[in-house]
């Protein structure tokens, strides 16, 4: 059977995806799929730095603005829909474009990847939860090293979900979930993709990272996280839990200082961008974009399209 083409665009906070993708999509007649875990949310605009319906230019968006912060949204909801969505837009003749900074949900729509929801103990969950309530998430990040010691290095302390379900997962089988995400990482993709990476030099990141978090206080983010409140949105839910949102909150709550809030999501933004890019490098068959190395998009979006006929994406 014929693989039906698949591109993705991905990178590092803050690294220049969504100038490319729309560039892109214009480009080859592509509809954008959103791999961003905050971006699906209505209400998180400036902390999630979501793209506006101006900056769409009418290129098609999939999964932003389509769930309420309080509602549940995962791997498994995230590759249901994406699946669907890519479903229509091939019949639409159009090719997908899979964007955005979450490299787990990119792959597993690139793959394929299996997971069983059906077997998860609540009644276990609640015990993970309450553990790290009580001891913290280092003290529960501890318990997972214990059992899965590739699974700990690779999914960070402050990652309560992913720790618990990694937990839950050697609880349910008495396997190691980082064998099964090996297992599932041999897999062959259905797709005919490539899976563009771009990047820039560390220090032009950070410096960009850095001004970035700076224009989302200009833009308002403390408003925003104010009226999420004011609307019920609790701090506890996963969505709250993201980056600038949580530590505006906690500003919110008189824990430190705006100024302290500040400087706290820039040091953890970069530390997520440099999980990203660790997280891409562990992936096959990736091409890197140094984009340092173009003069301009034009030029980037030309090589970038002598890439996609090289292999045959357009046949």
């Not at 729309?22 to 480009?27: Q, V």
Request: net charge negative; hydrophobic share 35%; proline share 2%.
């Amino acid at each position: 059977m014929k693989r039906l083409p698949l591109i993705v665009l991905t990178g590092p906070t803050a690294v220049g995806k969504t100038d490319t993708s729309i560039a892109l999509a214009k480009a080859v007649g592509g509809e954008i799929i959103s791999a961003d875990s905050v971006q699906v949310y209505r209400y998180m605009d400036i902390g999630s730095a979501k793209i506006t319906k101006a900056e769409m230019e009418g290129v098609p968006h999939f999964l932003i603005d389509e769930f309420e912060p309080d509602e549940e949204f995962n791997i498994f909801v995230f590759q249901k829909l994406a699946y669907r969505y890519m479903e229509e837009i091939y019949g639409r003749r159009h090719i997908p474009i899979l964007t955005g900074g979450t490299g787990f949900y990119i792959q597993s729509v690139l793959y394929g990847i299996e997971f069983d929801e059906s077997q998860t103990d609540f009644s276990y969950r609640e015990e993970l939860e309450e553990y790290a309530a009580r001891y913290g998430v280092e003290a529960l990040h501890e318990r997972l090293r214990l059992v899965d010691e590739e699974a700990a290095g690779c999914i960070h302390a402050n990652n309560k979900k992913r720790v618990i379900r990694a937990l839950e997962y050697y609880h349910q089988t008495q396997h190691k979930i980082s064998e099964h995400n090996r297992e599932q990482q041999k897999k062959e993709s259905p797709y005919r993709f490539v899976y563009f990476v771009l990047n820039r030099n560390r220090e032009e990141l950070y410096r960009r990272i850095n001004l970035r978090v700076e224009k989302m206080i200009e833009q308002g983010l403390v408003e925003e996280v104010r009226g999420l409140l004011e609307r019920g949105y609790t701090r506890d839910l996963v969505s709250m839990q993201g980056l600038g949102y949580k530590e505006i909150v906690a500003y919110l709550d008189g824990e430190y200082s705006l100024e302290e809030a500040i400087e706290r999501i820039q040091k953890n933004t970069r530390h997520f961008a440099k999980r990203q890019l660790t997280w891409f490098r562990r992936e096959k068959d990736v091409i890197w974009m140094e984009m340092e190395q173009y003069a301009g998009m034009q030029e980037l979006l030309e090589r970038m399209i002598d890439v996609l006929e090289e292999k045959g994406i357009f046949l």
